[in-house]
């Protein structure tokens, strides 16, 4: 199993960058399907965006051309590279874990807030 942790949340004004890195110490992370998934106050928690154990790639609607998600297999991490911030991306981003057909493992999450 892996146990993912977040880190890079902060402060931010609109338009601005943060990346997010997500550190899962176990073994046979390169086997895992990484995500990032948000959840703002009062909402439902949402998908950001995934990539695969090969390397595929998903993003919601509403983050494509401005977030990227990415893996590094050799340091057991996943990042999520944010541009263009808006203020509607404001919330606690979460990692999440997960092998094909396999139990989910979640991370405490990280606060972003977009704000002048």
């Known amino acids: 199993q892996v146990q993912p942790v977040e880190s890079g949340g902060g402060l931010v004004q609109p338009g601005g960058s943060l990346r997010l890195a997500c550190a899962a110490s176990?073994?046979?992370?390169?086997?895992?399907?990484m995500g990032w998934y948000r959840q703002a106050p009062g909402k439902q928690r949402e998908m950001v965006a995934v990539?695969?154990?090969?390397?595929?790639?998903t993003y919601a609607d509403s983050v494509k051309g401005r977030f990227t998600i990415s893996r590094d297999n050799a340091k057991n991490t996943v990042y999520l590279q944010m541009n263009s911030l808006k203020a509607e991306d404001t919330a606690v981003y979460y990692c999440?874990?997960?092998?094909?057909?396999?139990?989910?493992?979640w991370g405490q999450g990280t606060q972003v807030t977009v704000s002048s």
């Open positions: 176990g073994t046979a992370f390169s086997a895992y399907h």
């Open positions: 990539i695969t154990s090969g390397g595929s790639t």
């Open positions: 999440k874990a997960r092998r094909y057909l396999g139990p989910e493992y």
